[in-house]
C-alpha cells in the first residue's frame, strides 16, 4: 500500500520547457536582443547536456551556471555576457510557474490519499517560488532537494535521503512520478521504490522494460494509484 508520493517538478509539475522559453525572451528584451526559436532550441539541448553531466558527476551546478550561457552564445555567435545573461535567467525562471496540463487536478487527486513530497536538483529556493506561483506548494508536505550536501539525483544516496523523509512510510510504500528515465527512474529502482514514468514525448514502447509504470498523461495517474 502506498503512502507516500515522490514528485520531481521539472516537467512534471511544472512545464519547465515554457517557463524557460519565456524566461529567455524577457531576459533577451532586458539585455536588448534578438529572441529566434533557434536560441531556444540551443537553450535545451546545451542545458539537456550540462544536467546530464551533473547526473552523472562529470560536472557541479556551480560548472553549470558558469559556463551554460557562454557555450550558448558562443554557438549562436552572440557577442553578450554569459554571466550576467545566467544571472538574469535565474532571477526571471522564478517568475515563471507554467504547470503542466493536468498538474494541479492530479496533486489534489493525490494529496487526499497521499503525502506529497517533491524530490529535485533545482535550486530549492527557486522551486518553493515556482510552486507557490503555480497553487501547487499547499498540496506539498516538504521539497527534497539535497544541493547543500551536493547530492543529486539519480545518485543512490540522493533517494536513501528521501526515504528517510518519508518515515515512517517504507521504500515498498513508496512511489516516484518523473518525466526523466535517467534521473527520476533509474534512481528510484536505485533503492527500490515504484516507479512511474511519466512519458511526455511519447516514447515509451522501447522503454516499458525500465519502470513499473508509464503514463502519457498526469491524468491517467489515478488509474494506479
Not at 536560441?39 to 556551480?62: G, H, P, S, Y
Not at 535567467?89 to 513530497?117: H, Q, S
Not at 527520476?184 to 515509451?204: A, C, L, M, N, Y
Request: hydrophobic letters at 40%.
Amino acid at each position: 500500500m502506498i503512502k507516500a508520493v515522490l514528485l520531481d517538478i521539472d516537467n512534471t509539475l511544472l512545464d519547465f520547457n515554457r517557463s524557460a522559453a519565456e524566461t529567455i525572451k524577457s531576459a533577451f528584451g532586458e539585455l536588448g536582443l534578438g529572441y529566434s526559436n533557434e536560441i531556444f532550441d540551443v537553450f535545451l539541448r546545451t542545458n539537456n547536456m550540462l544536467w546530464r553531466q551533473i547526473e552523472t558527476k562529470e560536472i557541479t551546478r556551480a560548472k553549470l551556471h558558469s559556463v551554460r550561457w557562454k557555450i550558448i552564445f558562443d554557438e549562436l555567435g552572440i557577442a553578450a555576457d554569459g554571466a550576467e545573461m545566467e544571472r538574469l535567467f535565474l532571477n526571471k525562471l522564478e517568475d515563471f510557474a507554467i504547470p503542466v496540463f493536468g498538474a494541479v487536478d492530479t496533486v489534489k487527486y493525490l494529496a487526499k490519499k497521499y503525502k506529497l513530497y517533491t524530490a529535485s536538483n533545482a535550486p530549492y529556493s527557486q522551486q518553493v517560488k515556482r510552486l507557490t506561483k503555480s497553487g501547487i506548494m499547499p498540496f506539498i508536505e516538504k521539497i527534497l532537494n539535497f544541493e547543500e550536501q551536493g547530492i543529486n539525483k539519480p545518485q543512490k544516496r540522493f533517494f536513501e535521503e528521501c526515504l528517510k523523509a518519508v518515515l515512517p512510510a517504507t521504500k515498498e510504500e513508496t512511489v516516484i512520478i518523473g518525466d526523466s528515465l535517467s534521473a527520476d527512474i533509474v534512481g528510484g529502482k536505485s533503492v527500490g521504490i515504484t516507479t512511474v514514468w511519466f512519458d511526455r514525448e511519447g516514447s515509451f514502447e522501447t522503454h516499458t522494460d525500465i519502470c513499473d509504470y508509464t503514463v502519457r498523461s498526469l491524468a491517467e495517474i489515478k488509474n494506479i494509484l
